[in-house]
DNA sequence: AAACCTATTGACATTTTGTACATAGTGTGG
DNA sequence: CCACACTATGTACAAAATGTCAATAGGTTT
């Protein structure tokens, strides 16, 4: 009983790469430190997502050379904290990435669509 | 260097839940054989996914109730195949993912819109 | 000082997906 | 007949993605 994947609870994985361009559009907009961008995620529905899984994301996208960090000087209350901002290649992969959803979201609408349409014909069903 | 991911090679992980909805769906068309449900795939742009990824996944909805199937004892050219129909299950967590995939798909429109909104603006961009 | 909030990281487990190959029946061309 | 191709499914292992928990750390509040 290797057990294979039950139910997500609620705000995990969507759809591959949400989670990046995400991330990527609000450094577009802004350059942000992580925890300011983990609240801002709400805006997309992907608040709800593990801080750590933010964070490592973070930290993927700077291995790949889509975001650079530093750690910020302005010592303001608390901890040291990183201040992200986008590279002109993350500016590149953001844009695929909108391409790439935007493609997904037809795919879906598709599916969605074609759900409706049959259950409209009251066919099927076969148990 | 772990490396987490480099790119999808096109028709892979779209969207959480779509490889089984899009099953579903075609099982509550019609009853059908793996092999024939793996061409019918297409229609939902999940062509290019591997057959055993499709065979398996069948087997895991099977294992949790979601359709059940036998040997067809139609013996036409070829090797045995298995015929697999939807169950009442089924139809139901078919409606459950349906549901799940339309928010995504809003998820998705809004994340899309809100890009080509700011890019509109021509603001932003901190290198 | 205990408790709490901000902020980030690390390690490990679990889940999901990819890939390559094994098996098997049938038909076709040389 | 043999090699090859097509239909059809299954198995095993590798790799990738995600989840979970706890550790560390500075600062404020009670």
Known sequence: MRGRGQRRQRGGRR???MRE???LLLLHREPAHGYTLLEQLAEFGLDEIAPSVVYRALRDMEERGWVISMWDEEQALGPPRRIYRITALGDEVLAMWVQEL???KKLLGRLVGAYHLHM????GEYH
Chains 1, 2 share one sequence.
């Open 15 to 17: 759809a591959a790469g």
């Open 21 to 23: 361009s995400a991330l």
């Open 102 to 104: 935007d493609e997904t």
């Open 120 to 123: 409209a014909e009251g066919e």
